[in-house]
């Protein structure tokens, strides 16, 4: 081992103190906007489907203020109607970077990927071609699944951020989210972020195993399974996106407004646009929240930048 000299020594320790007192970006090192997008899609043309090519994306950013978004893959059977792979999004993004983000995935059923080193060097490559983190994870097995805890460690080990998808079909678990609970337990240097049915109607405590496939209404019950993770578990976010996350806000506005406020450091502005002309009602619903703005800024911008470190 090479011996470290006072001089490499006192080099190496005013270089950490310079990066730790760096000043954050300033908002005008960003690309104009008042959104960063934690959840969007490039889709290929599927049958009857339009795609949702990177020019359209683009567009539909610049009509709605989003500054930059994250792109994610699907590439597990039960994602999507067809696959959209890690390469593809890389390929799709490289010369976009400063707006559009790429994330990658591997499903933890693939075939010679099942040893640690491999997952390791299969991510290290997508991490090398610009990957920010990995996601959407959505294949059809437990949360707990042995395999996802596999591809959630070596995440971990790499510094990826992990967006996964829950309900009953994808990452699937019970009423007060046990299998997550011993992800969270078993993968503690991880950083998730929830997302979808299973994810948001786990805001309220009350929540049934069929509401974990669908968009429960009425007031939040108290004792939600989200709360209780995040105070349990400083390494867990929340991704705002889609239906699901729109109707667990809406649902009873009281709570929701309340909810962001609470968790403005853990939660991400995301709306899981994947296709022309979609509506999206993150936009609408948020404003009419009048969240304070310190609270808008972190999570319409400040979370993801500072997690992503862009």
């Not at 593809?88 to 993004?93: A, D, H, I, K, P």
């Not at 090398?128 to 949360?143: Q, R, T, Y």
């Not at 009953?168 to 678990?173: E, F, L, P, Q």
């Not at 337990?185 to 669908?214: L, N, T």
Request: charged share 25%.
């Amino acid at each position: 081992m090479a011996r470290t000299t006072r001089r490499t020594f006192l080099t190496q320790t005013a270089a950490l103190a310079a990066t730790a007192l760096a000043p954050r970006a300033r908002a005008q090192d960003f690309p104009a906007g008042k959104y960063v997008d934690m959840h969007t899609h490039l889709t290929h043309r599927w049958g009857a489907k339009a795609p949702l090519e990177v020019t359209g994306l683009l567009g539909w950013m610049d009509a709605h203020e989003v500054a930059q978004a994250i792109v994610l893959p699907l590439i597990s059977p039960e994602a999507w109607d067809h696959a959209i792979s890690a390469d593809y999004v890389l390929e799709q993004t490289k010369d976009h970077r400063d707006r559009l983000v790429p994330f990658c995935s591997i499903d933890p059923r693939t075939i010679h990927l099942e040893a640690h080193q491999a997952k390791i060097d299969q991510l290290t490559k997508y991490r090398d071609a610009g990957a920010k983190g990995f996601g959407e994870h959505k294949p059809g097995v437990p949360i707990d699944h042995p395999g996802n805890i596999a591809v959630f460690k070596a995440c971990a080990e790499l510094g990826l951020p992990i967006l996964f998808h829950l309900d009953n079909h994808r990452n699937m678990d019970a009423p007060g989210l046990p299998g997550l609970e011993k992800v969270l337990r078993e993968v503690p240097d991880g950083v998730f972020i929830g997302h979808a049915q299973g994810w948001w109607a786990s805001i309220s405590g009350d929540v049934k195993q069929d509401e974990m496939e669908g968009y429960p209404s009425g007031p939040v019950a108290p004792g939600g399974a989200m709360d209780r993770l995040m105070d349990a578990y400083p390494n867990l976010y929340g991704d705002l996106s889609a239906g699901s996350g729109a109707n667990a806000i809406s649902r009873d506005k009281e709570f929701g407004r309340e909810f962001m406020i609470r968790r403005q450091d853990r939660l991400f502005f995301g709306t899981d646009y994947l296709a022309p002309d979609q509506d999206v009602p993150q936009f609408a619903l948020f404003d009419k929240l009048d969240l304070p703005a310190e609270v808008q800024t972190k999570i319409f911008q400040d979370n993801a930048r500072q997690m992503l470190h862009l």
